[in-house]
């Protein structure tokens, strides 16, 4: 079993509709979470932490559940900008991160 | 800021030559990291530093690769001899504590015909 699974997608949705991702992680102990995002042929980069209370940014809201171990990604009003692969990311504490492999979100007019 | 800069953007070389990847952090930065990533595997963690030591090498594929971090500016990666299989997109990574997650260079594409 992968330390942090996600769904692969494709997940294609209409501008303006709301999508939500999730991920699971194997390890209890995990301490920090985070989304990336990363476009076709550039590097990942930081979307957002998730902590237990949520957070939000904009249209973007992010949750963490300890006791089931997942994080999940809400996205509202979907733009055509926010076509991409959204990374879910683990770390220990150990001072690496462990990355899933991504789930590939592509909004359409 | 210029972030973090990874040298070359792509590189093509042959099978048992030597290949040397760049990275410089962000300045301030005490820990780094280098990520490969292929469509197969995903990105992997080949090995990271924390002050300039490195601390786990254990996602280093083989012999054939080794890194440095001589200064808290600079480290390499290097592969000798490169394989095809080598072939991927080789991230470097800084960031100054686990709970403020990473900042990513460019990458550096290789192939290795």
């Known amino acids: 079993r992968k330390e942090v699974e996600q769904d692969p997608g494709p997940f294609n949705v209409p501008e303006g509709a709301t999508v939500a991702f999730n991920c699971t992680y194997s390890n209890s102990a995990s301490q920090s979470f985070f989304w990336y995002r990363q476009d076709c042929r550039k590097e990942p980069k930081l979307l957002m932490s998730v902590y237990s209370s949520g957070n939000e940014d904009g249209r973007f809201t992010a949750q963490l559940n300890r006791a089931s171990q997942y994080i999940s990604l809400l996205i509202r009003d979907s733009k055509l900008s926010d076509s991409a692969t959204y990374l879910c990311v683990v770390n220990k504490g150990s001072g690496k991160s462990t990355f899933g492999d991504g789930t590939t979100l592509t909004v359409k007019p | 800021d210029a972030g973090v800069i990874q040298s070359p953007r792509h590189e093509v070389t042959e099978m048992g030559q030597e290949v040397t990847l760049r990275c410089k952090p962000i300045?301030?930065?005490?820990?780094l990291f280098w990520y490969r990533q292929t469509m197969m595997r995903g990105l992997e963690l080949l090995i990271y530093f924390n002050n300039n030591v490195p601390i786990d090498d254990s996602g280093m594929p083989e012999d054939r690769f080794s890194a440095k971090m001589p200064n808290a500016s600079f480290s390499t990666l290097k592969i000798q001899p490169s394989e095809p299989r080598d072939s991927a997109v080789y991230f470097c990574?800084?960031?100054?504590?686990?709970?403020?997650?990473?900042?990513f260079g460019s990458g550096t594409r290789l192939t290795v015909v």
């Open positions: 990574a800084s960031s100054t504590k686990d709970s403020y997650g990473y900042t």
């Open positions: 300045s301030g930065h005490n820990s």
